[in-house]
């Protein structure tokens, strides 16, 4: 058995090797494919790591957990608004039975846009079983004229009324095609997220999802900065 032992450890730091080498060979070939975005796009990539995305952007998904930074960040202008996008990581911790803790490490992708005009803090993502339990004990989202809409998402908004200019009948049927897409706005910033880093071609897609967003806002819904 100590012989079998001493072939099974070495053959277990053999393997993590191997995979520590492939991981980091993907994530440079992730990068190199994300630069040539950027380029090609007429923005600047950087796979530095950004801290004061948190202070600049007052979202939800920029204030979670601790250790928070952004990277592999292209930034630049999209249909006539700047436009930010890359990677975010932050940390979570729990604690066992032991009382030992455990860092978890959570990376998602983003995009997220500075127009010219003041939005309104809105979020928008999937209605959860726990939003419709809510509902029920009067914790109520608001309410669209599309019943399809209504029940795919979870709205809230600090002024309702620009959440109906906002999303109007062509937006809903955009964010209908993203379900998975979380939205959120405040003040200076746009932002669309979900919980999984993007590969190229998601980045095309939301990005262009975001501006449509932004171009359908009503004239008389956006106020100057």
């Keep these: ?91 979570t911790e729990s604690r066992d039975s032991d009382g030992k803790t455990s860092t978890t490490h959570h990376h998602f992708s983003f995009a997220v846009f500075a127009p010219p005009f003041l939005l309104h803090k809105l979020t928008v993502r999937r209605e959860g079983f726990f939003d419709r339990i809510g509902s029920a004990f009067g914790f109520d989202d608001i309410d669209f004229e599309s019943a399809e809409f209504s029940k795919a998402f979870h709205v809230k908004c600090d002024d309702r009324r620009w959440a109906y200019d906002a999303i109007h009948p062509r937006t809903m049927e955009m964010m209908l095609r993203h379900r998975d897409l979380r939205w959120e706005a405040a003040v200076t910033g746009l932002a669309v997220h979900d919980d999984k880093r993007w590969e190229v071609p998601q980045f095309e897609h939301y990005a262009n999802a975001a501006t449509e967003f932004l171009d359908g806002i009503p004239d008389h819904a956006k106020e100057a900065l």
Excluded: T
């Design 1 to 91: 058995m100590p012989g079998l032992f001493f072939l099974i450890v070495p053959a277990f730091i053999a393997l993590f090797v191997v995979l520590a080498i492939h991981s980091h060979k993907k994530e440079k070939e992730r990068q190199a494919m994300l630069a040539g975005w950027a380029s090609a796009s007429g923005m600047v990539f950087s796979a530095e790591k950004v801290r004061d995305f948190q202070y600049r952007f007052p979202l939800d998904c920029f204030q979670r957990g601790k250790n928070r930074y952004a990277y592999n960040v292209s930034a630049g202008e999209r249909g006539g608004y700047r436009m930010l996008a890359g990677d975010y990581h932050y940390e």
